[in-house]
């Protein structure tokens, strides 16, 4: 069992940049891929970005690359997403979800625990 709390949200104007945190609780963090979503106002759930247990492996989703950057740090328990030049289509409440299998996926269904989600909102 993991449970998962997101920070780090919050109001931006376009341009900005925000960091989001993921932090977990448990001694097994190193054993999950993680992966962050974003739920856009009337859109359902989409990938945005995975890292594999290691962190030696990343994926994006296309809008993203470039300006967002995961990353974890193990010893705290805790994945990061590093989000530069936001834009207002990236206004979304933003979810941490954790996978126990070693493939980084991107699919919703394949995640097993989530976060309460974070809001961030970019102003034009």
């Known amino acids: 069992q993991v449970q998962l709390v997101e920070s780090g949200g919050g109001l931006v104007q376009a341009g900005g940049s925000l960091r989001l945190s993921c932090a977990a609780s448990?001694?097994?963090?190193?054993?999950?891929?993680m992966g962050w979503f974003r739920r856009a106002p009337g859109k359902k759930r989409d990938f945005v970005a995975a890292?594999?247990?290691?962190?030696?492996?990343?994926y994006y989703t296309d809008s993203v690359k470039g300006r967002f950057t995961i990353s974890r740090d193990n010893a705290k328990n805790t994945v990061y997403l590093q989000m530069y030049s936001l834009q207002p289509e990236d206004t979304a409440v933003y979810y941490c979800?954790?996978?126990?299998?070693?493939?980084?996926?991107?699919?919703?269904?394949?995640?097993?625990?989530w976060g309460q989600g974070t809001q961030v909102t970019v102003s034009s």
């Open positions: 979800a954790a996978d126990h299998t070693i493939v980084v996926h991107t699919t919703e269904i394949s995640y097993d625990y």
């Open positions: 448990g001694r097994t963090f190193s054993s999950y891929t």
């Open positions: 890292i594999s247990r290691s962190g030696g492996t990343t």
